[in-house]
């Protein structure tokens, strides 16, 4: 296992899982985990080592405490993968559920950016923060 993947999961962090799709939606979701993993509000976590039935990734999101994923639309790859893995929704939201509408444009307005940050801080309020610390390790 690799050691630098390694890292605990302080007091009040999520773990984001974000649909990386072809589209602006999946887009934005990424672009929205990203941003919140860069300001501390959570951390971003690898969803295709979840897909791929990794150990260590499937075993990390089964026992983090605080956990949200981001679909893009209705589609719901996001929810999909973790379904298949049987790891339960702690929280979910998806993008064209806001009403920003799918489509082929990459060029994203950071107006919409803060629309999905903002949605995805709402959609965690009632997750437990501050519950211990965590190992999460993916290998």
């Not at 890292?7 to 990424?30: F, H, K, R, W, Y």
């Not at 956990?67 to 064209?96: F, Q």
Request: glycine share 12%; charged share 20%; aromatic share 4%.
């Amino acid at each position: 296992m690799s050691q630098q993947c390694c890292e605990v999961q302080q007091n009040g962090n999520v773990m984001i899982l974000a649909c990386s799709g072809g589209s602006n939606v999946g887009q934005l979701s990424n672009q929205a985990a990203v941003e919140l993993t860069k300001e501390g509000f959570g951390k971003m976590f690898c969803l295709t080592g979840i897909g791929g039935h990794l150990s260590g990734f499937v075993q990390s999101a089964k026992d983090v405490p605080a956990m949200i994923a981001i679909d893009g639309c209705s589609v719901g790859c996001a929810k999909a993968i973790l379904e298949h893995a049987e790891i339960p929704l702690k929280a979910y939201l998806v993008i064209t559920d806001l009403g920003i509408e799918k489509n082929k444009n990459f060029d994203l307005d950071r107006e919409t950016i803060e629309k999905v940050k903002n949605a995805v801080k709402s959609a965690c309020k009632d997750l437990p923060r501050g519950v211990g610390s965590k190992s999460v390790c993916c290998g």
